[in-house]
Every structure is written in C-alpha cells, then in structure tokens.
C-alpha cells in the first residue's frame, strides 16, 4: 500500500460505551491523517497542554459527560513547577513532582498524543499536530519519520492551555549565556551543573580566581521563581556542601541577585517584599537591585541603574535567567488567523475564556491567555468628578481624599466589578501618587487610575490561575452538558478568587500573605509553605513522595551525587 502520510484515525464507534475512549489506530493509505470522532454522539473535545491549566480541565471534567477528549502535548507528564527550586537542589527528587499525564488520561477513558501542536484551522475546526522527535536516533531515521509524523485532529472545541516561553525582552546575549529555568530538565541540568563546580573548586593545584569564578552564582530576577531558586541554593551551599565539602570553599561561594525593582518579591505586600529583602541581605545573598540588565556576555552581565547611569559588570560563573514570559508561538499563529485579536502579545478571551474571534469554539486558559476586561475607567474619573465637583475642564473644587477616593468608587461596584479590585489598591498605592500628601487632585487620580488599572488587567502568570480557570471551564463544559448553542453563546464568567501567595526565602523560613486572614513571615511561615507544596500535589502519590523527599532532606540533607 501507498504510504504517502500515513493516518491516524480513530476506528468505527458505533455503540461505543459513554465514557469509554476507543484506542486510535495507525492505518496505512489513508492520505491525509485526521483523528475523527469516536463514540456516537459525543462532541470532539481537543486539549493543548499538560500543564496546571490543561490537568486541572482534565481532572475536572465529568468522564461520564457527553464529550471525546484528546490530549496533545509534547510532555506526557504534568510538572508540580512550584517545586522546581526544590528539585534543582535535590531537596526533592525530580520524579516526585511530576505525574505521567497518562494516569489521569486513561482513567477517564480520554485518548492522548505526545506532539506538538502546530496550528489550527479555524474553517475546518483541525489542529495539525507533529509528534514529538526524541524518540528518533539520527536525522535519517528522523527524516524517514516526517511523512506520518504529522497529523490533523478535529474538534468541536479546543481547548488551548500551551503555557507561555521565557521572554529575554531583546536583552543580549542571554540565549547564549544564561540557563532558563521553566522546565524539569532546566532543574536537572543546575542541580548537575551545581555540583560539577564545587567538584571542580575542590581539585588540588585550582587556583582561587578560578574557585571564585567557578562558585559565583548570579539569578536574574527577584519575583518568586528566582528568589526561590536563590534560597534553595544558599541551603544547599550552607547546610550540605558546608558538611560535606572543605569548609574553606564557603568564603569564595557568592549568590546574587539582580532586579529592576527596589526590592525583591516587589509583586508582594510592599511588608513582605522589606522582610524579604531584609532576609536575603542578612543571609549574604547580594542583592542588586533597582538594576537593568543591558546585556550578557560570557561570564559577565552587563547592568546600569535604571536611569542607565553606572553601567557596571557583574560577573559569573553560572547565570540563571528567571525573569519574563512571551506569548508560545503556537499562540502567535493563531492569533494571526484570528483578525479580532488586535493585541498582538496575547490571546485574548471573553469572560468565560472563550478566544476572541473563534466562534466560541476555541477556549484559552493559563498562561497563554488574557481575559479582555470591559473598559471602567472613563466610569472611575466620572465618580472622581461627581465627588470632588469639578467643572468638565477638569477644574475641582477639592481634592478627594483616600477615603473620598474609594467612596465614590463604590458607586460602581454593580456595573463594573473591576472598579472594586481598583478600589482595593487604593490604600497600598495612594501616597505613591499624591507624593505624600493626604489629597489626590484629579490628574493624579488619573495617573493611578492607568497605572493600578494595568497591573490588574492581565490576571498574574501563577500556576492557582490557570487551575481555577481550568476547573471552571470543565464545570462550565459539566453543565452545558454538551449543548452546542450554551457553549458557544452562554452568558457565563469566571472569576478568580486570590487565595494567597507563598514564597520559599531560605534557612526553613518562607513568606505568606493569606489574604484576610494575615501576613505570615519567618520559620511558621515556612512550615505552611512545605505543608502546602507537599498536600497541593496533583495525585496521592506525589503526595507520598514529595513528604518522603523532605524528611529524607531534614533529616540526610541534599544527595549532593552527580550521577547524570
Ligand atoms: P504550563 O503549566 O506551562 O503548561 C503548558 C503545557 O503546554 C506544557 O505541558 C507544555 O509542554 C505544553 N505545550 C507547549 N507548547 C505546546 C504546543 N505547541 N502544543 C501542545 N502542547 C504544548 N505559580 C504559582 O501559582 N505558584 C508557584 O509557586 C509557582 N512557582 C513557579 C516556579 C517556577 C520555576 C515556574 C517556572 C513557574 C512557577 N509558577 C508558579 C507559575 C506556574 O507554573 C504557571 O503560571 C503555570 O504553569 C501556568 O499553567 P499553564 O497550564 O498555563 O502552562
């Protein structure tokens, strides 16, 4: 028979038991490959991803309802990426926080492929696909793999949860120069290259330049990820190489940090950011801070203050960039065949997570996604001034005060709910804007109303988003019980509930803001945050794993091996 693209199809279903997913089959001389429905009367569901926003829909989503689901992604696991730091260290081992994507897949009878998604046909509802290359040895056996290695699948609906990449926003030299840190092989290749170092420090005849060179850690980046990955590898260095490795190498190991904000965790409660920033530089990780990095060079970053004065070299032996995501390039092809999506950075959804310009046939979530917000702002200055009586010049005849502010933005809480989250900036940011004084004049109210306004539009890139918004939509997909017009139409919203932030500093302390109930900083903090990153696992047996990992930990320290 003819191979010239071999199918993949999915054999007759007639009579197929609900829930239950026939297995698809590679056929030969089928021309174009397409995966076609499979049980009768069920509506074709594809999910992109493998990550919190896709293992969340999954998981939620009722086997029993009436859709065929298939998920592709080129991870067949789903990555618990708040323990990523952990892993990099070896305080947890790398296999403990990750689920074989399969688990949850076959439980519920869904189907899965191992491929990248390329892109999508909008007219005829198909997502071309490619599977994945590791599997092939040589170019040759790769080349001999193309013709059947891409494939079309249909859908009534596509859920797209591809996540987002590292932004490197232009600076120079930093694909070349810097490790990203995103991925479980990210991890591995740290915590390898880690140990190779003070391995290589400790060897006789090393000259101390080179021991210097070698043990000068630097982080780019002081939000969570990168002030987690700082803390993870100062207790590395200070309770298991300082055990196990001579003592001398201590005073040549040096930790940096480097951010473009005034403190680290800025995105926190200014107290935690003060508490946190405080830690660190007790802990003799040097922060450099209110830096912009210009460029990386080999061995060397390149940073000025922000005004781009004082243009100075901080050298390295090994970088780590954890600073900034971009919108996936399967995303940016989408976009393209979607003319409603005007911003071209992200994609953009309704209220229910529906994709602009898709029908309502194609949903986004996560990471690669940005719910549109309708516009409040003009309904913000019009109750600024009603309340101060200014004249539609824009002449006042007060100025409101912090109270005065938020009363009058409470008059719009029922049109425009975005007005309330504006509302609760307004104690945290007002003396920011007013320069101190206890008065905002109507420009300044305006300049506060743009800039909180923009914090708040797009939902923050955490993992809590992406699975509240993946549960929802599989409730959503639950309660429309297939019905084509309710999915595609229905007058539904998801809102986000913040229900905290938690981040690992070092030395067993951590912070917490546990929104109304309290800011929690120190060594009870910490044991919230191992509580909470051992329970928050995705299976009971992760559970079991990471728990076994951190008493192992406390009580053996690190496996400071490097066996790969
Ligand atoms: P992801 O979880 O990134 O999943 C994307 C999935 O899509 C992956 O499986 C990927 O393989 C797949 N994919 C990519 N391209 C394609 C394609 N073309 N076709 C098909 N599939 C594709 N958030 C928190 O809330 N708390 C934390 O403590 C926290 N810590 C973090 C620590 C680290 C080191 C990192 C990197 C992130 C952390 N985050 C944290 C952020 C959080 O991980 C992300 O916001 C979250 O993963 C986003 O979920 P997602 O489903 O959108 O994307």
Not at 84 to 108: C, F, H, M, N, W
Not at 468 to 487: R, S
Request: charged fraction near 30%; aromatic fraction near 10%.
């Amino acid at each position: 028979p003819r191979r010239s693209r071999a199918a993949v199809t999915a054999p007759a279903t007639t009579g197929a038991r609900r829930g239950v997913m026939t297995e698809a089959v590679i056929a030969d001389d089928v021309g174009e490959a397409r995966v076609t429905a499979a049980a009768a009367g069920k509506r074709r569901v594809v999910v992109l991803g493998s990550g919190w926003g896709a293992i969340s829909f999954v998981k939620s989503l009722d086997a029993s309802g009436p859709y065929d689901v298939t998920l592709v992604s080129p991870r067949n696991y789903f990555l618990y990426t708040p323990l990523l730091p952990g892993a990099a260290t070896g305080a947890v081992e790398d296999r403990s926080i990750v689920e074989p994507i399969r688990r949850p897949i076959s439980s519920k009878g869904y189907r899965y492929f191992e491929a990248n998604a390329l892109s999508v046909d909008v007219a005829k509802r198909t997502v071309r696909c490619r599977g994945s290359d590791h599997t092939f040895q040589d170019e040759e056996d790769l080349a001999k793999s193309q013709a059947w290695k891409e494939f079309d699948l249909e859908y009534d609906y596509l859920v797209t949860a591809v996540g987002a990449v590292p932004n490197t926003f232009g600076v120079p030299g930093v694909q070349e120069n810097c490790m990203f840190f995103k991925e479980i092989n990210d991890a591995a290749r740290f915590r390898r290259e880690v140990n190779e170092r003070f391995e290589c420090a400790t060897l006789p005849g090393v000259p101390k330049e080179r021991i210097q060179q070698l043990l000068r850690f630097v982080v780019i980046g002081a939000g969570p990820t990168g002030v987690e990955l700082a803390a993870e590898l100062y207790d590395y260095v200070y309770q298991d190489v300082a055990k196990t490795f001579p003592r001398r190498l201590l005073e040549d190991v040096s930790i940096e940090i480097i951010d473009l904000q005034e403190k680290i965790l800025s995105a926190y409660d200014r107290r935690i950011a003060e508490y946190a920033t405080d830690f660190f530089q007790r802990a003799n990780i040097k922060c450099l801070l209110g830096a912009a990095v210009k460029e990386v060079k080999d061995g060397a970053v390149v940073i000025s203050d922000r005004d781009g004065s004082n243009v100075r070299e901080v050298p390295f032996g090994l970088a780590v960039w954890c600073t900034g995501i971009k919108l996936n390039p399967f995303c940016e092809k989408l976009i393209e065949s979607l003319p409603q999506q005007e911003n071209k950075r992200s994609l953009l959804t309704d209220k229910n997570l529906r994709v602009k310009g898709s029908d309502g046939t194609i949903f986004a979530l996560g990471d690669c996604a940005t719910i549109e917000r309708p516009r409040s702002l003009a309904k913000a200055e019009e109750l600024y001034r009603e309340a101060a009586r200014c004249t539609p010049e824009g002449d006042c005849e007060i100025d409101l005060s912090k109270d005065g502010v938020k009363k009058a933005l409470k008059y719009g809480f029922d049109e425009f709910p975005h007005l309330e989250e504006i509302y609760n900036r307004v104690d945290d940011v007002f003396t920011t804007f007013t320069g101190g004084s206890d008065r905002m004049s109507f420009p300044e109210f305006r300049v506060m109303l743009e800039d909180v306004d923009k914090g708040l539009r797009a939902l923050p890139a955490t993992a809590q988003v992406a699975k509240q918004e993946g549960q929802y939509l599989a409730q959503y997909f639950n309660t429309c019980a297939g019905d084509e017009d309710k999915i595609k139409q229905g007058d539904a919203r998801f809102d986000y509930v913040h229900k905290g932030s938690l981040a690992y500093i070092g030395k067993d302390a951590a912070v917490a803001d546990i929104p109304g109930f309290a800011i929690v900083k120190g060594f009870a903090a910490g044991l919230i945050w191992k509580s909470f990153e051992t329970v928050s696992q995705v299976s009971p047996r992760n559970v079991l794993l990471v728990a076994a990992d951190m008493i192992r930990t406390k009580i053996f320290g690190r496996d400071i091996s490097r066996i790969n």
